[in-house]
């Protein structure tokens, strides 16, 4: 079954930049969780099918990726392309970072605060099927056993989540192109133990308040949550 989360990354491409906008879905659905380390991209005709790019502009996005450490072609009965089991690690230090984003912190971090704490407000209320509760507690619970190394990619397909149960395709996507700007930050900053446990517990309560349907307690422990990622990102990159 597609998801919220597939679509919303495996959606057509703009005119005018195929190869470099079908390298940026792709790495989307990866740096997002929506593919996992080890798991077989979509088939070439139907990524090309729902990227609205020719098989040729497709290959050489995959191509590129190849070359940059992110999936693998396999040949054979079983094979395909397969997002490789250890990524390519961030170049840019976060005095790097920091310059060339410019005013761009404070922007990330307010569109990333609107989009968030209304997706779990929306979440909480709408009446979620058995299978979205079921998929909500599923990322919650991968989220909290997830090793340093998956930390990131699980954390943003909890949120990715979040944003889907909401019923709205066009907020899913949204932000799924907000975590990618986020993610980039966070990459160039430490992960650290104490930060992680405080994460998963606010994440336990973002979760049980919109299993609750109480859009209020939703949104606000979606904040408090927010306002911890955003004090550690200025402290490291402003």
């Known amino acids: ?10 959606r057509p491409v703009r005119a005018g930049n195929p190869f470099e906008e079908t390298v940026e879905r792709l790495l989307q659905a990866i740096k997002l969780g929506v593919v996992v380390p080890g798991d077989r991209l ?48 961030p170049r840019r230090t976060p005095k790097r970072l920091a310059r060339e984003l410019g005013d761009g912190l404070e922007d990330a971090l ?11 407000e929306a979440a909480a209320a709408r009446p979620l099927t058995a299978t979205e509760q079921a998929h909500l507690r599923r990322c919650l619970t991968e989220t909290s056993a997830a090793k340093l190394s998956d930390y990131r990619r699980l954390d943003s397909r ?37 930060n992680i446990e405080h994460s998963n517990d606010q994440h336990v309560t973002i979760v049980n308040a919109i299993l609750a349907d109480d ?23 402003a």
């Open 1 to 10: 079954m597609v998801s919220q989360a597939d679509d919303a990354v495996f």
């Open 42 to 89: 979509p088939s070439e005709r139907d990524l090309a099918a729902r990227l609205n790019v020719s098989r040729v502009t497709l290959r050489e996005a995959i191509h590129a990726l190849t070359e940059a450490g992110y999936v693998e072609s396999r040949r054979g009965r079983y094979g395909g392309t397969f997002v490789n089991e250890r990524l390519p690690k």
């Open 110 to 120: 307010v569109l990333r605060a609107a989009l968030e704490t209304g997706a779990a």
């Open 158 to 194: 909890l949120h990715l989540a979040i944003a889907e149960v909401t019923g709205s395709s066009s907020l899913t996507s949204a932000m799924a192109d907000v975590r990618i700007r986020l993610n980039e930050l966070l990459d160039a900053i430490p992960l650290m133990e104490k």
């Open 215 to 237: 859009p209020l307690a939703a949104r606000r422990a979606m904040q408090v949550h927010l306002l911890g990622t955003s004090t550690l990102l200025r402290a490291f990159l």
